[in-house]
């Protein structure tokens, strides 16, 4: 906790340093999430008021304005995901948003399949700003609010479960750039009341893109699954704060090629008994080629170490990978990489194992003034999400959009994640498994230039062979639907000279 306390006070110095100096960054405008957080596109596509334009283009053309770096490709070698992007100018501006929705949700605690349809409003607010000077940009995205169930959960078998609750996300970025050095630092952090991949709070602020985890106005750099912390699994209602600090250097050797090296620290923490606290330390460092304007090759070392609650408890992982990328910006990127990793499992009696691991990460992605799509897989070892001290995931994601009219947007996504436990809990045990399924929709509406409404729906099932628990309640099956109406208000975007 103490060392939570110190990362978020180094986030509120870094915001008033960089509101004192002036000194703001360029980062490519994508959500997140990801990796198997929170579920996210995010790239500076459309405005808030639902027009289909581009930012840039709603708010006009100045004589001042600054030529962004967004749309060139960020290194393969990195922390960012690679995706189509955008072009034209970016501005200085600042967002903000409210909401309120309505949720109808069958199983708000995960263990209760049965217990009838509950209930649930929630209020949320975002505020987005960006600064934007000639060789440096500075990105800020909060989003947060309160939820309220109208009868009272089951409290009995579930001693943290309360009917009502709050949600919080920072992020925090900045870039400098000289004409061959780019050095970026940032934080990002989430209180959530459950596992990001179950967590429907957040869905009304990114009905117009204008949130954290948005489709439109430039957020936070969308981050690799390598750092931020692994919540793949399913927990139920188990209070939780997570929080990846990172910096980055990047270092052009020639008009070709470019050396990245970058570190982070990260921290997995539950309010309540029965889970597995996590850190961890990434360090990498990559050389990338440029093959053609569109085409990118790069090869990477990284060294993944983490530490658990309990003594003698930790994952060393390390090994190298070699990565393709094209991009056309604004319309599509594609990505591919294999990584021969080795694990080396340390045992709470002592000693330790080593194994050898296969990871990948492929993505592709389709945008057009109507259409987007995206499909991705990811195979990956990571922290275990406060149930396993160590996990191998597989995780696939998949997304359609299209702009059924200048101010109706239709969307669905499906998602699949499986997870096991690195080793054995005995020579008798299988590995623990846990399999996560999720599909679902949105349909959204805007209303003139300042309210939109939305609506969406969508289905969660988990099965194991071990069981989930909570408290006295325990289970092998997580079946959970839920559907909401909502409306925002928001500005366009407010430019700042």
Same mark, same amino acid.
């Given at each position: 906790?103490?060392?939570?306390?110190?990362?978020?006070?180094?986030?509120?110095?870094?915001?008033?340093?960089?509101?004192?100096?002036?000194?703001?960054?360029?980062?490519?405008? %994508?959500?997140?999430?990801?990796?198997?957080?929170?579920?996210?596109?995010?790239?500076?596509?459309?405005?808030?008021?639902?027009?289909?334009?581009? =930012?840039?283009?709603?708010?006009?053309?100045?004589?001042?304005?600054?030529?962004?770096?967004?749309? *060139?490709?960020?290194?393969?070698?990195?922390?960012?995901?690679?995706?189509?992007?955008?072009?034209?100018?970016?501005?200085? @501006? +600042?967002?903000?948003?409210?909401?309120?929705?309505?949720?109808?949700?069958?199983?708000?605690?995960?263990?209760?399949?049965?217990?009838? +349809?509950?209930?649930? !409003?929630?209020?949320?607010?975002?505020?987005?700003?960006?600064?934007?000077?000639?060789?440096?940009?500075?990105?800020?995205? @909060?989003?947060?609010?309160?939820?309220?169930?109208?009868?009272?959960?089951?409290?009995?078998?579930?001693?943290?479960?309360?009917?009502?609750?709050?949600?919080?996300?920072?992020?925090?970025?900045?870039?400098? !750039?000289?004409?061959?050095?780019?050095?970026?630092?940032?934080?990002?952090?989430?209180?959530?009341?459950?596992?990001?991949?179950?967590?429907?709070?957040?869905?009304?602020?990114?009905?117009?893109?204008?949130?954290?985890?948005?489709?439109?106005?430039?957020?936070?750099?969308?981050?690799?699954?390598?750092?931020?912390?692994?919540?793949?699994?399913?927990?139920?209602?188990?209070?939780?704060?997570?929080?990846?600090?990172?910096?980055?250097?990047?270092?052009?050797?020639?008009?070709?090629?470019?050396?990245?090296?970058? =570190?982070?620290?990260?921290?997995?923490?539950?309010?309540?008994?029965? &889970?597995? %606290?996590? $850190?961890?330390?990434?360090?990498?460092?990559?050389?990338?080629? $440029?093959?053609?304007?569109?085409?990118?090759?790069?090869?990477? @070392?990284?060294?993944? @170490?983490?530490?658990?609650?309990?003594? %003698?408890?930790?994952?060393?992982?390390?090994?190298?990978?070699?990565?393709?990328?094209?991009?056309?910006?604004?319309?599509?990127?594609?990505?591919?990489?294999?990584?021969?990793?080795?694990?080396?499992?340390?045992?709470?009696?002592?000693? =330790? !194992?080593?194994?050898?691991?296969?990871?990948? &990460?492929?993505?592709?992605?389709? $945008?057009?003034?109507?259409?987007?799509?995206?499909?991705?897989?990811? *195979?990956?070892?990571?922290?275990?999400?406060?149930?396993?001290?160590?996990?191998?995931?597989?995780?696939?994601?998949?997304? +359609?959009?299209?702009?059924?009219?200048?101010?109706?947007?239709?969307?669905?996504?499906?998602?699949?994640? &499986?997870?096991?436990?690195?080793?054995?809990? !005995?020579?008798?045990? $299988?590995?623990?498994?846990?399999?996560?399924?999720?599909?679902?929709?949105?349909?959204?509406?805007?209303?003139?230039?300042?309210?939109?409404?939305?609506?969406?729906?969508?289905?969660?099932?988990?099965?194991?062979?071990?069981?989930?628990?909570?408290?006295?309640?325990?289970?092998?099956?997580?079946?959970?639907?839920?559907?909401?109406?909502?409306?925002?208000?928001?500005?366009?975007?407010?430019?700042?000279?």
């Amino acid at each position: 906790m103490l060392l939570l306390r110190k990362g978020w006070l180094l986030v509120a110095m870094l915001c008033v340093w960089s509101t004192r100096t002036g000194i703001f960054w360029a980062a490519e405008g %994508n959500a997140q999430p990801a990796g198997p957080s929170t579920p996210s596109a995010g790239s500076l596509s459309a405005a808030a008021s639902g027009s289909g334009q581009p =930012a840039s283009e709603q708010m006009g053309t100045s004589g001042d304005q600054t030529a962004s770096t967004a749309g *060139r490709m960020a290194p393969l070698s990195g922390a960012q995901v690679l995706t189509p992007g955008f072009g034209g100018a970016v501005y200085s @501006y +600042i967002l903000p948003a409210f909401g309120y929705t309505g949720y109808g949700d069958t199983n708000p605690s995960g263990y209760h399949s049965n217990a009838g +349809i509950a209930a649930q !409003s929630t209020y949320n607010g975002s505020l987005t700003l960006q600064l934007v000077q000639k060789h440096s940009q500075f990105n800020l995205g @909060y989003a947060g609010g309160a939820f309220f169930y109208s009868q009272q959960l089951s409290t009995a078998t579930l001693p943290n479960t309360t009917p009502f609750g709050t949600f919080h996300q920072l992020g925090v970025f900045e870039q400098v !750039s000289t004409r061959r050095w780019k050095w970026m630092l940032g934080d990002q952090g989430m209180y959530l009341p459950e596992t990001p991949i179950g967590f429907s709070g957040f869905g009304g602020l990114t009905s117009f893109g204008g949130g954290m985890g948005g489709s439109a106005l430039a957020n936070v750099p969308g981050l690799g699954s390598a750092f931020s912390p692994n919540q793949s699994i399913l927990t139920g209602p188990a209070r939780r704060l997570n929080n990846s600090a990172l910096t980055e250097i990047e270092y052009d050797a020639s008009g070709r090629s470019s050396l990245t090296a970058t =570190a982070s620290y990260g921290t997995l923490q539950f309010l309540g008994p029965g &889970y597995i %606290n996590s $850190r961890y330390w990434t360090f990498m460092a990559g050389y990338n080629h $440029r093959l053609t304007q569109h085409d990118e090759l790069a090869v990477t @070392y990284a060294h993944y @170490y983490y530490t658990y609650s309990g003594p %003698n408890q930790a994952l060393l992982n390390r090994g190298f990978s070699i990565l393709y990328g094209h991009q056309i910006t604004g319309r599509l990127s594609l990505q591919v990489s294999v990584s021969p990793l080795v694990n080396q499992i340390a045992h709470r009696l002592g000693g =330790a !194992s080593t194994k050898t691991f296969i990871g990948t &990460y492929d993505s592709l992605q389709y $945008r057009t003034p109507k259409w987007d799509a995206m499909v991705s897989f990811e *195979r990956m070892t990571q922290g275990g999400s406060g149930v396993l001290l160590g996990a191998e995931t597989d995780w696939t994601q998949g997304s +359609i959009g299209r702009q059924l009219s200048r101010k109706v947007r239709a969307s669905l996504q499906v998602s699949h994640a &499986y997870v096991q436990s690195l080793e054995q809990a !005995s020579r008798a045990a $299988r590995r623990s498994e846990y399999e996560y399924w999720q599909a679902g929709f949105s349909l959204n509406r805007e209303f003139g230039r300042h309210i939109s409404m939305y609506a969406n729906y969508f289905f969660q099932r988990q099965v194991s062979n071990t069981p989930v628990c909570n408290g006295t309640s325990c289970t092998n099956l997580i079946l959970r639907q839920v559907a909401g109406i909502g409306i925002n208000w928001h500005t366009l975007p407010i430019k700042i000279d």
